[in-house]
Nanobody
Framework: QVQLVESGGGSVHPGESLRLACAAS????????MGWYRQDPGRQRQLVAL????????DYADSVQDRFTISRDNAKNAVYLQMNSLKPEDTAVYYC???????????WGQGTQVTVSS
């Protein structure tokens, strides 16, 4: 079993920034991919960003392209999401995930709330 603990959520005004962090209880050095999803009440969980092993491949939702940056630090077993120019529509619970093998289900964190409002 792997525990993922997210941090860095909070309430900000439009245009401000937040940096989310996710720490894994097990080494991520060989993890196939890590990433972030988000979920609004009443909506399905949606991809925000994914990063492959060694960071060679990055995927972003169109709505966050050029504003959000995902990164990983294998030495710290952590993945980060730098969120700039935040908008009210970015308000959601953000979930971290790690998938160790492409054939396995990912592990999920408990979620961290991000609220963007004026």
């Amino acid at each position: 079993q792997v525990q993922l603990v997210e941090s860095g959520g909070g309430s900000v005004h439009p245009g401000e920034s937040l940096r989310l962090a996710c720490a894994a209880s097990r080494s991520i050095s060989t993890a196939y991919s890590m990433g972030w999803y988000r979920q609004d009440p009443g909506r399905q969980r949606q991809l925000v960003a994914l990063i492959s092993n060694l960071g060679a491949k990055l995927d972003y939702a169109d709505s966050v392209q050029d504003r959000f940056t995902i990164s990983r630090d294998n030495a710290k077993n952590a993945v980060y999401l730098q969120m700039n120019s935040l908008k009210p529509e970015d308000t959601a619970v953000y979930y971290c995930l790690v998938r160790y093998k492409i054939t396995e289900n990912p592990y999920w964190g408990q979620g961290t709330q991000v609220t963007v409002s004026s």
